[in-house]
Each structure stands twice: as structure tokens, then as C-alpha cells.
T-cell receptor, first 111, second 115 residues
Framework: GENVEQHPSTLSVQEGDSAVIKCTYS??????FPWYKQELGKRPQLIID?????GEKKDQRIAVTLNKTAKHFSLHITETQPEDSAVYFC??????????FGGGTRVLVKP | DSGVTQTPKHLITATGQRVTLRCSPR?????VYWYQQSLDQGLQFLIQ???????AKGNILERFSAQQFPDLHSELNLSSLELGDSALYFC??????????????FGSGTQLSVL
């Protein structure tokens, strides 16, 4: 089955700097890669997703890149703000409909 | 508010007991997913239903079972509870065909504490 690994597990950045989280996946048949943000005590919410026929997708300060050859995808947050502090989860969907999540990255934006 | 309703919000019980967690998906969504989130852990996929049928299964223990009813609400049953079952259990729903490549809308979760 699909295995998704996420790095780093914690990330501390200065406000205004960029944050990058990287995920690798094992199943070359994976075709859908969403990112979810979970604020403290809240439910996970989708912030951006990318499908295997696209190499990059942007939404304001957030972007995701996908490298199918290397089987990794990354989340980029530019101009970080305190409200970006949260746990971010990547996920991959391979055969069998299962959406497998990475272990999460705790991002702390220091003012 | 995601539109996904989970009850109860909190559940405290003892080892060996059985509990039922309930989830009502967003109006119109046919797919329901169950995830387990332990302290400082990621989201572990348990099981998915689509329009009453089991669609995908994750690392769900044999002590756990689930079903989706004709009105599309779902229940997750946890039996012979152990201390390690203490976790936050999320339900999520999605529109579309339930193939796993759709946006998930999560409920607020049920916090289970086994003492």
C-alpha cells in the first residue's frame, strides 16, 4: 500500500520568511496529493491539492510542487504570518481509494 | 462549520467497554471516512463507506467495526477497549464518487478517553 513520509516534523520560521515541507510517497500509481492544515484544537481543513497531471499549483501565498519521477511533493508557504502556525499534513491517494496521510509538520511562525 | 456532525464530542469510558461514535455527513455527500488521531500522531485511516457500501479499509482493528446506514449517517463501534485506543476520532465526508481523490470535510471529532 501507499506510504507517505513527511519532513520535517517541526519547523520554526521567522514571520515573513518562507516555509517548505516535503513529502515522499511510495506508490508510483498515486495520483492525488492534498495538503491539510490543522490549527490547535480544530479539525483538519484542505488548503491546496494537486493531481499527478500537474507539476505546480499556487493559491496566493501557498504553492505545491510535484515531482513524479522522484515521487515527492512539497508545500511552500511564502511571507509567513502568525496565523500560519499549525500542523500541516500531506497525503497521497493510490489504488484502492485510500488517502494516506503523512505524520504531520508542526509549523511555528515567530513574530 | 464543515457541515459534518460528530457525536459525542467527548467520551470517557473504562477498559473492556464498548462505545459507539456517530457521524452525519454533509448534506448530499455519499462518502464517509473514519480516521484516528492519537496524541502527536498523524491521521490514521480506518475505513471508508460510499452510499452504504464499504469502499476501502485501513489498519482498522478487529475490535472495531463500522457501518453506513441508508440515511447515510455512519457509526464506528469500538469494543473491548484498551488504554491505547484513547484518541481523537475524526469522521470526514466528501462529494463525488468516493474514489479518495476528493476534498474531505472533517467533523470536529470525538475525543475518546479510556481509563
Amino acid at each position: 500500500g501507499e506510504n507517505v513520509e513527511q519532513h520535517p516534523s517541526t519547523l520554526s520560521v521567522q514571520e515573513g520568511d518562507s516555509a517548505v515541507i516535503k513529502c515522499t510517497y511510495s506508490d508510483s500509481a498515486s495520483n492525488y496529493f492534498p495538503w491539510y492544515k490543522q490549527e490547535l484544537g480544530k479539525r483538519p481543513q484542505l488548503i491546496i491539492d494537486i493531481r499527478s497531471n500537474v507539476g505546480e499549483k499556487k493559491d496566493q501565498r501557498i504553492a505545491v510542487t510535484l515531482n513524479k519521477t522522484a515521487k515527492h511533493f512539497s508545500l511552500h508557504i511564502t511571507e509567513t504570518q502568525p496565523e500560519d502556525s499549525a500542523v500541516y499534513f500531506c497525503a497521497g491517494k493510490a489504488a484502492g481509494n485510500k488517502l494516506t496521510f503523512g505524520g504531520g509538520t508542526r509549523v511555528l511562525v515567530k513574530p | 462549520d464543515s457541515g459534518v456532525t460528530q457525536t459525542p464530542k467527548h467520551l470517557i469510558t473504562a477498559t473492556g467497554q464498548r462505545v459507539t461514535l456517530r457521524c452525519s455527513p454533509r448534506s448530499g455527500d455519499l462518502s464517509v471516512y473514519w480516521y484516528q488521531q492519537s496524541l502527536d500522531q498523524g491521521l490514521q485511516f480506518l475505513i471508508q463507506y460510499y452510499n452504504g457500501e464499504e469502499r476501502a479499509k485501513g489498519n482498522i482493528l478487529e475490535r472495531f467495526s463500522a457501518q453506513q446506514f441508508p440515511d447515510l449517517h455512519s457509526e464506528l463501534n469500538l469494543s473491548s477497549l484498551e488504554l491505547g485506543d484513547s484518541a481523537l476520532y475524526f469522521c470526514a465526508s466528501s462529494a463525488g464518487t468516493g474514489l479518495g481523490d476528493e476534498k474531505l470535510f472533517f467533523g470536529s471529532g470525538t475525543q475518546l478517553s479510556v481509563l
